[in-house]
């Protein structure tokens, strides 16, 4: 028997788990009061496990070179369009000075995968470097594609914590149609398993509202990623790419649509897992200069501010209307807390912000 949204709710807050049937109730949601109560239950619980508190993630762009061929993604290796480029080593530590003086308590590199030798020992001496110009207080989060367990051992090594890598979707078939033929989702799981391994806290997730992605395949999503057991997840809604097969896709994208089952999947992923930290991603903002505002309410606990140099943000376009483009980073720092006080949370500053999650399956 399907229950009632508020009974469903009910139970999320009782610490019950929830199940398929119940999350396609809550992504279907249409009626306003009900959409509200939803918000309202993932927000209690984000209160209750993981505080009012935002934290800070600087982000820093360092390479849109991709060896990958991923067919949604604005920087792959067939779009001609796209003018690549990489930061220098200097590049990057100014980057990461900035974010450091500014007490963020983490920093991201994100890039195109490349599997190298050369790339890898790039960031190694990076990470060395970055450790050593911040005194080791600045949290490293790496987000660089799928790589070899042994790359992933020498960069946990140099003093890398953290690793994001999505699964994109979790169902192996659809993985397919989204990506070329040597492109494994297999592969992809399988690194997820090695980065636990080699001890790193592990962040995973979906895109949300592919061509044919039904409500039952979002919460499948859910409730995979929930027992991979994972300690930070970033999902956010699929927006096409003029440069891709999907730009015809562009003419009649549900902007409000997209943005609506965004945080619906945002507060369903606060209600199974409620002490992960949860990240309101910056493809929420493309959708609406509010959207990662929204997903705080919506139960989410992370932003990741960009802290590239601006000169570079243009060439970094996963997806069509990455917002902030023209912003440096002290103008998006500055916005964003202003609207992060009028909800009435405060920001970790000067905190790593490992989630209760990883806290309690490591403890100590
Ligand atoms: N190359 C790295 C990280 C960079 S891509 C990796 O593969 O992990 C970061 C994320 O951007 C991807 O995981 C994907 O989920 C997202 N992304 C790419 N194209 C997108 C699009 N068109 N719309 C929304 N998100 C997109």
């Given at each position: 028997?399907?229950h009632?949204?508020?009974?469903?709710?009910?139970?999320?807050?009782?610490?019950?788990?929830?199940?398929?049937k119940e999350?396609?109730?809550?992504?279907?949601?249409?009626?306003e009061?009900?959409r509200?109560?939803?918000?309202?239950a993932?927000?209690k619980?984000?209160?209750?496990?993981?505080?009012r508190?935002?934290y800070f993630r600087?982000?820093?762009e360092i390479?849109?070179?991709?060896q990958?061929d991923c067919?949604y993604?604005g920087?792959?290796?067939?779009?001609?369009r796209?003018k690549r480029?990489?930061?220098?080593?200097?590049?990057?530590?100014?980057?990461?000075?900035w974010?450091h003086?500014n007490?963020?308590g983490?920093?991201v590199?994100q890039g195109?995968?490349?599997?190298s030798?050369?790339?890898?020992?790039f960031?190694?001496?990076i990470l060395?470097r970055?450790?050593a110009?911040?005194?080791?207080?600045?949290?490293?989060?790496?987000?660089l594609?799928?790589q070899?367990?042994?790359?992933l051992?020498r960069?946990?090594?140099?003093?890398?914590?953290?690793?994001?890598l999505?699964?994109e979707?979790?169902?192996e078939?659809?993985?397919q149609?989204?990506?070329?033929e040597?492109h494994?989702?297999?592969?992809r799981?399988?690194c997820?398993?090695?980065?636990?391994q080699?001890?790193?806290q592990?962040?995973t997730?979906?895109?949300i509202?592919?061509?044919?992605?039904?409500?039952a395949d979002?919460?499948d999503?859910?409730?995979?990623?929930?027992?991979l057991?994972?300690?930070?997840?970033?999902?956010?809604?699929?927006?096409?790419?003029?440069?891709?097969p999907?730009a015809?896709?562009?003419?009649?994208f549900d902007?409000?649509?997209?943005?609506d089952?965004?945080l619906k999947m945002?507060a369903c992923?606060r209600l199974?897992?409620p002490?992960a930290?949860?990240a309101?991603t910056?493809a929420?903002q493309a959708?609406?200069?509010?959207g990662r505002?929204?997903?705080?309410?919506?139960?989410?606990?992370?932003?990741?501010p960009?802290?590239?140099?601006?000169?570079?943000?243009?060439q970094?376009q996963l997806?069509?209307?990455?917002?902030?483009l023209?912003?440096?980073?002290e103008q998006?720092?500055?916005?964003?807390?202003c609207?992060?006080?009028?909800?009435?949370?405060?920001?970790?500053?000067g905190?790593?912000?490992?989630?209760?999650?990883?806290l309690?399956?490591?403890?100590?």
């Open positions: 028997m399907i009632s949204v508020p009974d469903i709710l009910n139970q999320a807050l009782l610490g019950q788990s929830l199940g398929q999350l396609i109730r809550l992504l279907d949601i249409q009626v009061s009900e509200q109560a939803l918000f309202q993932a927000y619980l984000k209160s209750k496990h993981v505080g508190v935002v600087g982000l820093v390479s849109n070179i991709c990958k067919t993604c920087i792959r290796r067939s779009n001609s796209v480029f990489r930061l220098s080593e200097d590049e990057i530590i100014q980057a990461a000075c974010a003086r007490r963020y983490s920093l590199l195109g995968e490349v599997q030798e050369a790339q890898t020992a960031i190694e001496e060395n970055l450790h110009a911040t005194d080791g207080e600045l949290a490293v989060t790496l987000s594609g799928e070899p367990r042994d790359v051992r960069w946990r090594r140099a003093g890398a914590q953290r690793y994001l999505r699964l979707t979790t169902r078939d659809f993985y149609r989204f990506h070329p040597d494994l989702w297999q592969t799981l399988s997820l398993e090695d980065l636990r080699e001890d790193y592990v962040g997730g979906v895109m509202g592919l061509p044919g992605q039904t409500r979002l919460a999503d859910l409730l995979f990623i929930k027992n057991d994972v300690d930070m997840i970033g999902m956010g809604p699929f927006i096409p790419h003029r440069d891709t999907f015809s896709y562009l003419a009649d902007k409000p649509g997209s943005l089952l965004g945002l992923a199974l897992l002490d930290n949860l309101a910056t929420l959708l609406d200069g509010l505002e929204m997903g705080l309410k919506a139960g989410a606990n992370i932003i990741m960009n802290v590239t140099d601006s000169e570079y943000r243009h970094y997806y069509e209307g990455k917002p902030s023209d912003e440096n980073s998006c720092r500055q916005s964003l807390q609207t992060i006080h009028r909800i009435g949370e405060t920001i970790g500053y905190k790593w912000g490992n989630s209760p999650h990883y309690g399956r490591c403890p100590g």
